[in-house]
């Protein structure tokens, strides 16, 4: 079973974004669609816009194969971990002939800790020439990520009572935000500046301020207010 893959189009846009990094994704089940949470800290608005059924993700067999990843991952992670490791030795050989900078984003449609996780706590350590990134929504990851060097986290908005004050605060403390618009971006969010996150997927080369992403795919549809209109 192959754990990492580089087909989401955002992987592929940063692939050819000529900076200099080649980038490998995770997809697992999201939420509870395996039987196991991997999305703790998701809301109602998050999970009805998830990504997960968007471009490949539609097909049954790709479906099929996130659910028995995230199986294998809660009932057998030794041997997950020896697949994932595996894989990201394989893909740091690859980098290095191709003289270009690993980047690995754990959480392509789940939001794990890996770093509170005891069989993974050693991969940003062990692995200290991939930067990893990820989104999360969990405001106390977020604001104390400092804890490894080579993995970086965004602060992910959500329609929740009480988000937009999470999200300025952690803004206020140094921390980037994604907030997903409704068409067109607008130059400031609650007085930040706000920048185009569709450009490439790399995150931990953006500027400090708001992470503006246009709503795409099944989110369209939301009336939640996950979804930020936009006048």
Wanted: glycine residues 8%.
């Amino acid at each position: 079973m192959i754990v990492l893959s580089s087909g989401n189009p955002k992987i592929v846009k940063s692939n050819k974004s000529g900076l200099g990094y080649l980038t490998k994704i995770m997809h697992l089940a999201p939420a509870t669609l395996s039987g196991y949470n991997t999305c703790p800290w998701s809301s109602p608005g998050c999970r009805a816009a998830c990504l997960n059924r968007s471009g490949h993700g539609y097909c049954t067999p790709v479906q099929e194969t996130r659910i028995k990843k995230t199986k294998m991952l809660f009932q057998n992670p030794a041997k997950f971990r020896e697949l994932l490791y595996a894989e990201l030795h394989k893909f740091c050989r690859k980098c290095n002939k191709l003289g270009v900078k690993p980047t690995v984003r754990l959480n392509g449609t789940s939001d794990i800790a890996w770093e509170n996780n005891v069989y993974f706590s050693d991969m940003f350590a062990g692995f200290p020439q991939i930067q990893f990134y990820d989104y999360t929504k969990s405001f106390m990851r977020a604001l104390c990520q400092e804890k490894f060097d080579n993995y970086h986290l965004i602060y992910s908005r959500s329609e929740k009572v009480g988000d937009d004050k999470n999200c300025l605060t952690l803004l206020r403390a140094g921390v980037n935000v994604a907030v997903v618009f409704r068409d067109k971006l607008p130059k400031k969010w609650h007085r930040f500046q706000v920048f185009d996150g569709d450009k490439t997927d790399l995150r931990f080369l953006d500027p400090f301020g708001v992470c503006g992403l246009k709503v795409k795919g099944v989110g369209k549809k939301d009336t939640s207010g996950f979804v930020v209109e936009v006048s």
